[in-house]
Every structure is written in C-alpha cells, then in structure tokens.
C-alpha cells in the first residue's frame, strides 16, 4: 500500500503544543465530583503541554444540557482557538438520559459546525457512576484530559490549513 508521503502529497498533522492557544473549558455542574476530575485532567494536560494558565478560562453552567449554550458564545465573542466540553450524564430508569446526552451531543457539534472551531466533546455519558469514574482518572484515564488534547491537536491542524 503507498502512502501519502510515498507520493508527496501535502500532509498536515496537528501537534500537541498548547502554548500561546487560548483554551475555553464549559464544564456542567451536575455530577460535579466526576467533572471536577474531568476539568482537573483538562486544565493539568494543557498546562502540560503548553499552555499559560492564563490562557484558560473554565466556565461552569448547572448541568450538560446548559454546556452548548456557553460554548456558542464563547465561540461568538472570539478570542478563543478551542473549547471543550465538559460533564456526566448517568443514564438513570427513565428517557431523560436519552434527552439531555442527544441534546448536548448535538449542541457541541452544532457549535463547532457553526464557528469552524475545534470543540472537544469530553461529556460522560455512562450507564453507570462507577463507569463514569473509570473515566474521570480511574483505569480508563482521563477524558477530560484527552478531549482536551484533542482540541489542541485539531487547532494546530486549522492553524496550518
């Protein structure tokens, strides 16, 4: 099989360097003892890759459902190269789970559709808590972490486009 580079084709690849990156973190209050440990993975993997800490700006709304909303406007008044989305929706015995990680889900890739930026998407949606805390730094890492490495990754790649 050849590969791009086999063929010089122009390749851009995004690169983990978050300095001098303004980064917005909207992080959903509701289930806050996971998403606290999200935010803290997001924060320390920024600052660990780059990233002035007063460059960062963490926004808590009540719950998922709000994080979109926040995300649009930070996305409209500029100033910032990405944000992420934080927050943990436990599917409970009823549909209201259904509604609110659909309707976040929607809302984040809406934002970033709307403002061609990179929106993390690092919003839990598990069956259960104990799930949730695997994620939130138990043995499956940190998502917040990741999502926000994935925003710095994809800002780095529109910055060479």
Known sequence: MTSPNDLDVNVVAGNLDASGLRVGIVA???????????????????VRHGASASDLTVAWVPGAFEVPVVLRRMAAEGGYDALVALGCVVRGSTPHFDYVAGGVATGVAAVAG?????VAFGVLT???????????????????AEAAISAVETAQVLRQL
């Open 114 to 118: 709307e403002h061609g930026m990179p």
């Open 28 to 46: 959903a209050r509701f289930n806050e003892a996971i998403v606290e440990r999200l935010v803290d993975g997001a924060v320390a993997a920024l």
């Open 126 to 144: 598990t069956d259960t808590w104990e799930q949730a805390v695997e994620r939130a730094g138990g043995k499956l890492g940190n998502k917040g």
